[in-house]
């Protein structure tokens, strides 16, 4: 038996910057998962996973993550996506730099 769809969102890391990236439904790459394309469809999915892949001048690593609809978007479901939002593990780069700065 297989197994039921989960929703999802396309993800990858920036070619050149190395960020986290969400593919939206306007087909640009945004840093907030908030703001990503929320996929509820199998086929779909798979249709934006093939288009991300068709950008390796843009993006390295696309897969599906796995994604619940929050209040204000998807949201991440496992332990991994939850920590890719949260930008790098040392302090002082990216997402995390700038939410020191508004400390």
Same mark, same amino acid.
């Given at each position: ?5 989960? $929703?999802?969102?396309?993800?990858? %890391? ?5 960020? /986290?990236? &969400?593919?939206?439904a ?7 998962? !908030? ?7 199998? *086929?779909? *999915? @798979? ?6 892949? @068709?950008?390796?001048? /843009?993006? /390295? #690593? *696309?897969?599906?993550?796995? *994604?619940?609809?929050?209040?204000? #978007? $998807?949201? $991440? ?12 593990? %040392? &302090?002082a780069? #990216? !997402?995390?730099? !700038?939410?020191?700065? %508004?400390?």
């Amino acid at each position: 038996m297989s197994r039921k769809f989960t $929703p999802k969102v396309v993800t990858a %890391n920036d070619l050149l910057e190395g960020d /986290v990236i &969400y593919l939206a439904a306007d087909d640009r790459w945004v840093r907030d998962m !908030k703001q990503a394309e929320f996929i509820e469809d199998e *086929a779909h *999915a @798979q249709i934006r996973l093939l288009h991300a892949e @068709q950008q390796p001048d /843009v993006v /390295v #690593g *696309a897969y599906l993550a796995d *994604a619940a609809l929050g209040d204000d #978007g $998807p949201e $991440p479901t496992h332990f991994r996506e939850t920590f890719r939002t949260r930008g790098p593990s %040392n &302090y002082a780069h #990216g !997402k995390q730099e !700038k939410q020191a700065e %508004n400390v």
